[in-house]
């Protein structure tokens, strides 16, 4: 279900920093007589996205995922199988 004054909402599972499931919501807000793309995490407080933005936004999460991967994403981190399991 939208949130008030939400159109096109998609929700994308996750979790937070304690490991506890959590959304970030990609939609479109009301504004007048117009609509903005905006985004929020669960039901919390949302963040306008405008057009001009939106690039700055995909730049910085690309910049931020290359960083994680050059330092420590390349590393399997799943724990190897117990012997006896």
Known sequence: MNAEGWRYERAIP?????G?????VVG???QGDRLTAALR??????????L???GE????LRETL???????GHR??????????
């Open 20 to 24: 506890e499931p959590t959304r970030v």
């Open 28 to 30: 479109l807000v009301e």
């Open 41 to 50: 995490v669960d039901d919390g407080k949302a963040a306008l996205v405008p």
């Open 14 to 18: 996750t979790v937070d920093v304690a």
């Open 76 to 85: 399997d981190l799943t724990p190897e199988p117990r012997a006896g399991r």
């Open 66 to 72: 290359e960083s994680w991967w050059r330092l420590d």
């Open 57 to 60: 936004l995909l730049k910085a």
């Open 52 to 54: 001009e933005m939106g």
